[in-house]
Structure formats: structure tokens, C-alpha cells
């Protein structure tokens, strides 16, 4: 199993730009999540999805949209890209919510100019 | 206002001495409290608490959680330069529309040979 893979690793946009992280799992989780995460202020949870059809908002969602087509991908998209969303993005997913046994994936450093 | 707290934001100790890392928290509805470690890339999971007062243990690391004063610590005793990491600690709770993790900051800790 590849586990919960992300592309790309790193990515500068100009601002206003648009762009899609890619985020996969292949061990047939059904939660899948999107953190970012800053100095200093550990991870914050953007969006949230307990199964393909279904997306919930987390903590910060504005400037990001997120669709669950698939029970494999969840991808995270940015509309109009701001200084502000500069960060490390990490995808999670997690078998029937079960926190204990969620995986990250390996990142996506996203820098906005 | 955060409603996870990590202390302290960064510790510097040497190898073999024992440190103590805490977590205090406020929230309604708790459901657990989970450590993670955090090296270069995604966090790996370290311990999920639920219970007051029974202590986790793997190895040279322990945890405990304490309901009533709302704080979890973790425990890293003889240690070791691998060691040197962010520990983040992070509480699931139910309600507020966000189905997911609430992270503190981190505590880096750094492990002197």
C-alpha cells in the first residue's frame, strides 16, 4: 500500500492564481482531511470529509474548496491564491473516524508570492 | 482563544535526561487526546488517551491524561538525540461543526548529545 500520498511537494504560485493539491489514499478510508500548518500555530483543519458525496468545513475553509468524488481522492482547491495561504498543507485519512489510526500524508509546502 | 495549550514551545536538554511535555485543553464534549510526533515530514502517531488516569507507555515514552484538570503530559525518559522533534498534542470534541483534530503549537524539543 502506498498509504496517503500527496502532490505536488512544493509549489509557488503568483497571487490570484489558482491551483488543485492532489491527495490520495489507497486503504479504502472513508474520513479524509486537510490540515495547514504555520509557525507556531500547529495544525489548523480546513475541510473534512466523512465519505465520497459528503465535505464538511473544519477550522479555516475560507479561500478553499474541497469535493470527495471517490472514496480514494480528495482533492484540496485554492480559487484565488493569497499571500496568506504560504504554508505546509497535509492531507489525513482515518478508517471510520477512529482518530487513533489516522495517516498523514508527506506534505505539500505551498508558497504564495 | 486556543483551546489547546502546549508548554513549554521549545525545551534544549541532553541526552539521558527526562523531560516532561504538557497539553492543557478547553473543550466541551472531549472524546480524546492524542500526541503525535513531528519530525522533518508528516506527524506519526505517538498516543491516544480517553481515560483519566490510566498512563499509556511505549518504550521510553509515557502519557497520562487527567479529565478533571483538563491536561495531558508525555514523558520521554533516557533520551536520546533521535528524539529531537515537535510533539504535538491534539484534542477531538464533538460539536462546533468540525468533525476532526484541534492541535496545540508544538513543543520542539531538541536533545543535546
Known amino acids: 500500500n502506498a498509504g496517503v500520498t500527496q502532490t505536488p511537494k512544493f509549489q509557488v504560485l503568483k497571487t490570484g492564481q489558482s491551483m488543485t493539491l492532489q491527495c490520495a489514499q489507497d486503504?479504502?478510508?472513508?474520513?479524509m482531511s486537510w490540515y495547514r500548518q504555520d509557525p507556531g500555530m500547529g495544525l489548523r483543519l480546513i475541510h473534512y470529509?466523512?465519505?465520497?458525496?459528503?465535505?464538511d468545513q473544519g477550522e479555516v475553509p475560507n479561500g478553499y474548496n474541497v469535493s470527495r468524488s471517490t472514496t480514494e481522492d480528495f482533492p484540496l482547491r485554492l480559487l484565488s491564491a493569497a499571500p496568506s495561504q504560504t504554508s505546509v498543507y497535509f492531507c489525513?485519512?482515518?478508517?471510520?473516524?477512529?482518530?487513533?489510526?489516522?495517516?498523514f500524508g508527506p506534505g505539500t509546502r505551498l508558497l504564495v508570492l | 482563544e486556543d483551546k489547546v495549550v502546549q508548554s513549554p514551545l521549545s525545551l534544549v536538554v541532553h541526552e539521558g535526561d527526562t523531560v516532561t511535555l504538557n497539553c492543557s485543553y478547553e473543550?466541551?464534549?472531549?472524546?480524546?487526546l492524542l500526541w503525535y510526533k513531528q519530525e522533518k515530514k508528516a506527524p506519526t502517531f505517538l498516543f491516544m488517551l480517553?481515560?483519566?488516569?490510566i498512563e499509556k507507555k511505549s518504550g521510553r515514552l509515557s502519557s497520562i491524561l487527567d479529565k478533571k484538570e483538563l491536561f495531558s503530559i508525555l514523558n520521554i525518559t533516557a533520551t536520546q538525540t533521535g528524539d529531537s522533534a515537535v510533539y504535538l498534542c491534539?484534542?477531538?470534541?464533538?460539536?462546533?461543526?468540525?468533525?476532526?483534530?484541534?492541535f496545540g503549537k508544538g513543543t520542539h524539543l531538541i536533545i543535546q548529545p
Open positions: 470529509s466523512v465519505g465520497a458525496g459528503i465535505t
Open positions: 486503504m479504502n478510508h472513508e474520513y
Open positions: 489525513a485519512s482515518s478508517y471510520g473516524g477512529h482518530q487513533e489510526t489516522q495517516y
Open positions: 473543550v466541551t464534549n472531549f472524546r480524546s
Open positions: 480517553t481515560s483519566s488516569g
Open positions: 491534539a484534542v477531538e470534541y464533538s460539536g462546533g461543526g468540525a468533525d476532526g483534530l484541534t
